[in-house]
């Protein structure tokens, strides 16, 4: 088992970036804060979740306030599990938690699940996705889930988004796996997926593609954007004001960890600069929390910048 040990949640507030602008991140405080944590780290609904005791039996899902102080731990339990992987987690505004995985009993047999974690010690909701397999997943503001995930049988044209209930009840389903390039760009742990500002964003690098749906249930935009090459995507947020931004890191030695905002008018994506080498881990409003290796909260302010650039 792996933790990181005095990692630093960065939080940088970001102004609306308008058409041909670019953001300049600045540091403007600093304070102390200690984390431990394992795997599938995400800034989700205020809190910082994170897994511990991934690939076995009974993992335990821990969050952490925004001054570092834990806020309570989760267990995930699934009966005849031997292992038990998490693959996505979310928290909503009302501290209902979700997850999604995959389960192993002793025989060596899988099956993907979507759990429902009520806040206060309520009983967990175990629901079996059979075919489906959910990689990354949102918990909207009526507690409702948004799932991603790829089908295991050769069904390509149902949508590998699927919305569930409160109840597990799946209500909704958009995007057919047939419109992607490859299932493995569906099945990437680097994808993003992200509730804020009444959408749910989700990126894949491997696909170059951004699509978005609305507190509706329906797509409100599908975007090409370039494929990134010779880099791994390592966390990603979405803004209140619906900004997207993501971090990633090169493949080769030495590894440069990079920044990116998406310019959802062309689909660019624009390498920042922030004053610290960061990787995401989602937004708190209009701000980005990250992380670094060093210690101390940081709080970095985003001033505009006037591109020469003329809009066309």
């Known amino acids: 088992m792996v933790s990181i040990k005095m990692s630093i949640v960065l939080l940088f507030s ?14 403007s405080s600093r304070a102390a804060v200690n984390f431990e944590f ?17 690939a ?10 925004r001054d570092g102080h834990e806020g309570g731990n989760l267990p995930l339990l699934i009966p005849q599990a031997q292992t038990i992987v998490v693959r996505g987690i979310a928290r909503g505004d009302s501290g209902l938690v ?12 899988q099956s993907a699940f ?9 009983a967990e909701k175990l629901i079996a996705l059979n075919e489906y397999y ?17 089908f295991t049988s050769n069904d390509n044209r149902s949508g590998v988004f699927r919305h569930f209930d409160q109840a597990g009840l799946l209500i909704g389903s958009l995007v057919p796996e047939s419109t992607f390039a ?57 803004t209140e004001d619906g900004q997207v931004f993501l971090s990633t890191q090169t493949n080769s030695h030495p590894i440069h960890p990079v920044l990116y905002s998406l310019d959802k008018e062309s689909g660019e994506l624009r390498k ?34 006037v591109s020469t650039k003329a809009r066309p």
């Open 182 to 238: 490859s299932k493995l760009h569906l099945a990437d742990p680097g994808n993003g997926m992200a509730w804020s500002g009444g959408r749910v964003g989700w990126y894949s690098p491997g696909e170059g593609r951004y699509i978005e749906i609305s507190s509706e249930g329906k797509l409100s935009a599908d975007l090409k954007t370039p494929v990134i090459q010779g880099e791994k995507m390592t966390g990603f947020a979405l």
């Open 134 to 150: 959910a990689e990354s997943l949102a918990v909207v503001s009526d507690d409702t889930v948004w799932t991603q995930g790829y």
């Open 38 to 54: 394992t795997a599938v780290p995400r800034w989700s609904a205020g809190m910082l979740i994170a897994v511990d005791y991934q």
């Open 98 to 109: 979700a997850a999604c995985g995959r389960a192993i009993d002793k025989d060596g047999r």
């Open 272 to 305: 920042e600069a922030p004053p610290e080498p960061i990787r995401l881990y989602g937004a708190d409003g209009n701000s980005v929390v990250g992380v670094t290796h060093t210690a101390g909260l940081q709080f970095l302010t985003v001033q505009k910048q």
């Open 56 to 65: 076995t039996g009974a993992p335990l899902i821990r969050l952490f306030g």
């Open 14 to 27: 970001v102004s609306q970036l308008p058409v041909g602008r670019a953001a300049i991140l600045t540091s």
């Open 114 to 122: 979507l759990a429902l974690l009520p806040p206060n010690g309520g």
